[in-house]
């Protein structure tokens, strides 16, 4: 029976310090941390913690937002843990789902986060929609890369690879493979 412990933080400049403070009353023997976004659940260490838990097992997290962001990933995850006979608790809600309240609570929790979420994104829609109403708001600028013909040459002559490349125009790759893209669509024509 061992305690594992799973930190996450979306970002790389992001610090897990609060998360690793917060479970070290629970002497933790196996750490799982990374840094990626909790989209969806295709994350390295997360798989690899689901691996490794063995039944009798504990899991630690901080807060419920660390290991998924909605209440389907939510409760698939902890779905996976009970079929293996592990437990999961969150030191920020006191949940313990080795309990029948503490079941109960992570489903009510798990629904209310994802409620929050759908508020928010709802509102942000609602925003955008008024602002660009009243014309204060026209979407994001298009990014124009002076003379990218001669970058993507160089690309193209494996002198960068894209994250290279991506740095050299201090753009971000979703924006140069669309820049990419509407170079080799207009190079077609």
């Known amino acids: 029976m061992k305690k594992i412990a799973y930190v ?3 970002t790389i400049e992001q610090n897990e310090a ?3 403070e917060g479970l070290k009353k629970y002497n933790i023997d196996k750490w799982f941390n990374e840094k990626c976004s909790a989209k969806d659940t295709n994350r390295p260490q997360l798989k690899a913690m689901l691996d ?3 039944e009798g097992d504990t899991v630690y997290i901080h807060d419920f937002s660390r290991i998924a962001r909605s ?3 939510l409760l698939s995850i902890v779905e996976q843990l009970t ?3 592990v437990f999961l608790v969150s030191n ?3 949940i313990d789902t080795s309990t029948a309240t503490g079941k109960l609570m992570l489903t009510m929790i ?3 986060n994802e409620f929050e979420r759908t508020n928010l994104l709802e509102r ?12 204060k708001y026209k979407g994001r600028k298009e990014v124009k890369i002076d003379n990218f013909a001669a970058y993507y040459e160089r690309y193209r002559q494996r002198e960068f690879n894209k994250a290279q490349l991506a740095i050299e125009l201090n753009v971000s790759r979703p924006t140069l493979d669309k820049l990419i893209k509407e170079h080799e669509q207009a190079a077609a024509v």
């Open 92 to 94: 920020k809600e006191q």
């Open 83 to 85: 079929e293996k006979g």
């Open 124 to 135: 942000q829609r609602e925003g955008i929609a008024l602002a660009v109403q009243e014309g």
């Open 110 to 112: 798990g629904a209310i």
């Open 18 to 20: 609060r998360q690793l």
């Open 8 to 10: 996450r933080v979306s």
């Open 52 to 54: 490794y838990v063995r």
């Open 71 to 73: 209440t389907k990933d």
